[in-house]
């Protein structure tokens, strides 16, 4: 028996969808070496993206940023990244940057199959060889899980930060008022699809995030039924300062992740 897709559409609603997202209209001219594209996920909707790319045979992770954020905010970022060697593709959602449409939770969720196909097609073919990750922070995590189960014979890994792994249940920790049966119904259909997930995953959460809480962290790190699974928990670390709490921590993990000793 095939498992329930999770069903989004009834949290697409005013009150929801203005708990949920923050988009901010910004963008900046791309710095040096980096490249901006926009990618077409309905006939009248594109996607505003940032590529910083490392070296042409390095790694790359296609990245869903967090609420609030811009895919250009990168630019300050992805240097962390290139200096270890990897390839930095930051989407946006639509509304955000120079992203058409307005966000819904069902929009991100289908958009994320275009945006990751536009990727392949796009960028890794001239990249001839490099492996493919990808990366969700905050409230990117639903649509890294929908790519992991759309694609895991072309990914070679996941990382979490921070992530919103079950909007049901964050839902429920905010006590907002919705359908129970329909949110209990997307909880365990988020659930079954992370259990589904095979790929590698690196899940890194602050200890004292008080937006996603740890304990959520821990329950999609133990939900996935994998070997080769990997948590790090940041000291002392909020939401929104993981990687400046411990900046060597946090990229030493990544580093680890992508580049395994003897692999």
Same mark, same amino acid.
């Given at each position: 028996?095939?498992?329930?897709?999770?069903?989004?559409?009834?949290?697409?609603?005013?009150?929801?969808?203005?708990?949920?997202?923050?988009?901010?209209?910004?963008?900046?001219?791309?710095?040096?070496?980096?490249?901006?594209?926009?990618?077409?996920?309905?006939?009248?909707?594109?996607?505003?993206?940032?590529?910083?790319?490392?070296?042409?045979?390095?790694?790359?992770?296609?990245?869903?940023?967090?609420?609030?954020?811009?895919?250009?905010?990168?630019?300050?970022?992805?240097?962390?990244?290139?200096?270890?060697?990897?390839?930095?593709?930051?989407?946006?959602?639509?509304?955000?940057?120079?992203?058409?449409?307005?966000?819904?939770?069902?929009?991100?969720?289908?958009?994320?199959?275009?945006?990751?196909?536009?990727?392949?097609?796009?960028?890794?073919?001239?990249?001839?060889?490099?492996?493919?990750?990808?990366?969700?922070?905050?409230?990117?995590?639903?649509?890294?899980?929908?790519?992991?189960?759309?694609?895991?014979?072309?990914?070679?890994?996941?990382?979490?930060?921070?992530?919103?792994?079950?909007?049901?249940?964050?839902?429920?920790?905010?006590?907002?008022?919705?359908?129970?049966?329909?949110?209990?119904?997307?909880?365990?259909?988020?659930?079954?699809?992370?259990?589904?997930?095979?790929?590698?995953?690196?899940?890194?959460?602050?200890?004292?995030?008080?937006?996603?809480?740890?304990? +959520?962290?821990?329950?999609?790190?133990?939900?996935? +039924?994998?070997?080769?699974?990997?948590?790090?928990?940041?000291?002392?670390? +909020?939401?929104?300062?993981?990687?400046?709490?411990?900046?060597?921590?946090?990229?030493?993990?990544?580093?680890?992740?992508?580049?395994?000793?003897?692999?």
């Amino acid at each position: 028996m095939l498992a329930r897709e999770p069903d989004y559409s009834f949290l697409d609603n005013p009150d929801v969808l203005q708990f949920v997202f923050y988009p901010r209209k910004e963008w900046t001219q791309a710095p040096a070496g980096a490249r901006d594209f926009t990618v077409p996920v309905d006939p009248f909707v594109s996607i505003s993206c940032r590529f910083y790319p490392a070296d042409r045979s390095s790694p790359a992770i296609l990245y869903f940023h967090g609420n609030g954020e811009v895919a250009c905010d990168y630019d300050t970022v992805a240097p962390e990244y290139n200096q270890l060697n990897i390839s930095l593709f930051v989407a946006d959602y639509r509304g955000y940057g120079l992203s058409g449409g307005s966000p819904t939770l069902s929009g991100m969720i289908k958009d994320a199959a275009p945006i990751f196909d536009f990727f392949l097609k796009t960028v890794s073919p001239e990249r001839a060889g490099s492996s493919v990750y990808l990366m969700g922070r905050s409230l990117g995590l639903p649509s890294v899980v929908e790519l992991a189960c759309l694609y895991p014979g072309k990914i070679k890994g996941l990382i979490v930060e921070s992530g919103v792994a079950n909007m049901a249940r964050l839902m429920r920790h905010f006590a907002f008022q919705t359908d129970k049966k329909k949110l209990k119904e997307l909880e365990e259909a988020i659930d079954a699809k992370t259990r589904s997930i095979k790929l590698p995953t690196l899940v890194i959460h602050g200890q004292y995030d008080s937006l996603i809480p740890l304990k +959520e962290g821990v329950r999609f790190y133990e939900t996935l +039924e994998l070997k080769e699974k990997h948590l790090v928990i940041i000291p002392e670390a +909020e939401h929104n300062d993981i990687m400046l709490a411990d900046k060597e921590k946090y990229f030493l993990a990544i580093k680890k992740f992508v580049f395994p000793a003897g692999a």
